[in-house]
């Protein structure tokens, strides 16, 4: 099956530096990856859709130059989350659809932990 | 508004027992319906979608677009069920997915 792999899977920052999340497709190739945030016990929502060769689509609430999105190829997408705080600390998660199929694969998630 | 419900954030059955996870969505076109199983120390992985009307490890999922429901059930639990369903709704087609809050299944011996 398809695989999608995130990197790192926790990271623990200082208040108002800036953390990368990458994700990558291993097996196949993603035109479009999905950005989601997860708070504890609950559920995910949508943050952006990242669109190879173009610019992020960024749902309603979500701060476009907080959480910088860049699909540099079909099969990586990074999120940066810049001066982060400790409110942006939650569990990010991108999913990633093989190319011609609405199946949805998901990565393992990052741990982000802002002090 | 588009929105998918879980009224239920727990249930505990016993194993053997049937089990239904409740699901509700609002959307004016019409839905495309998946359920997402999260195992312990897993990633979200696809269960089923409302399209193929598959049945997967025993679970089946029927819309009812009069009801507006997309319940997740199982005639017989088995312990390694026990994991977090989310349904999601993808609205028009876009991948774009609206999830629930996640219902824990709890399957004792």
């Known amino acids: 099956g398809a695989v999608v792999s995130q990197h790192p899977s926790r990271v623990i920052c200082k208040s108002g530096t800036s953390v990368k999340i990458e994700c990558r497709s291993l097996?196949?190739?993603?035109?479009?990856m999905f950005w989601y945030r997860q708070f504890p016990k609950q559920s995910l929502m949508l943050m952006a859709t990242?669109?190879?060769?173009?610019?992020?689509?960024?749902e309603q609430g979500v701060e476009k130059d907080k959480f910088l999105i860049n699909h540099a190829s079909l099969t990586l997408s990074t999120l940066t989350v810049t001066s982060a705080h400790p409110e942006d600390s939650s569990f990010y998660i991108c999913?990633?659809?093989?190319?011609?199929?609405?199946?949805?694969?998901f990565g393992p998630g990052t741990r982000l932990t802002v002090l | 508004a588009q929105r998918v419900t879980q009224p239920e954030k727990l249930l505990s059955v016993f194993k053997g027992a049937p089990v239904e996870l409740k699901c509700n969505y609002s959307?004016?076109?019409?839905?495309?319906l998946f359920w997402y199983v999260q195992y312990s120390r897993q990633r979200l992985q696809l269960l089923l979608r409302?399209?193929s009307r598959e049945s997967i490890k025993g679970f089946t999922a029927d819309l009812n677009k009069g009801e507006t429901s997309f319940h997740l059930k199982k005639p017989f639990a088995q312990e390694e069920d026990s994991a977090m369903y989310y349904c999601?709704?993808?609205?028009?087609?876009?991948?774009?997915?609206?999830f629930g809050q996640g219902t824990t299944l709890q399957v004792k011996p």
């Open positions: 990242s669109n190879e060769g173009s610019k992020a689509t960024y």
């Open positions: 409302h399209i």
């Open positions: 999601a709704l993808n609205p028009s087609n876009t991948g774009k997915l609206i």
């Open positions: 097996d196949f190739q993603a035109t479009t």
């Open positions: 959307y004016s076109g019409s839905p495309e």
């Open positions: 999913s990633a659809p093989r190319t011609g199929t609405d199946t949805q694969y």
